[in-house]
């Protein structure tokens, strides 16, 4: 069994019930907008402690990726590639992903979200380059 991120958490639930919905979103301080990630209650900037979820658009860069070549859980069978991403609406904000075997990256590629759901809870944010050349079959597919 794979493991499953906690999903009820209140920094972060905002961010797993859009991903339930098929959608990206940051935390913001609801004051002054303010992008706050990592996702906490409090705005380092106006001292805020009003937050809300914003959605944002699906689109990021690749900022940087690393392959697998030994596996450390039977849920992720080798190679598989981990990307990070640097959200397109959100400067600063960086998310990372699972692509499976060895993908040709470069920094810089456009890459799109894409939503996997292992269980009826839980849907997690993939990154996929928005070029085509990787199928959706080859983000993590994990079974419960």
């Known amino acids: 069994m794979a493991p499953l991120p906690v999903t009820n958490d209140p920094d972060t639930a905002g ?22 990630h990592l996702p906490r209650s409090y705005c380092h900037s106006c001292r805020s402690w009003a937050t809300e ?16 070549e030994h596996q450390v859980h039977a849920a992720f069978p080798v190679p598989y590639t981990f990307v990070l991403v640097e959200l397109d609406a959100a400067p600063g904000v960086r998310l990372g992903g699972y ?9 810089g590629t456009r890459m799109r979200a894409h ?3 292992p269980s009826e809870d839980v849907t997690l944010v993939n990154w996929i ?6 199928s959706g079959e080859a983000v993590m597919q994990r079974t419960i």
């Open 15 to 36: 961010f797993w019930l859009a991903a339930q919905r098929g959608e990206v979103a940051v935390c913001a301080c609801a004051n002054c907008g303010v992008v706050l």
């Open 53 to 68: 979820w914003k959605v944002v658009a699906p689109w990021a860069r690749l900022v940087s990726w690393t392959v697998a």
């Open 99 to 107: 692509i499976a075997g060895r993908p040709d990256l470069r920094v």
């Open 115 to 117: 939503f996997v759901t």
């Open 129 to 134: 380059p928005d070029d085509g050349s990787i």
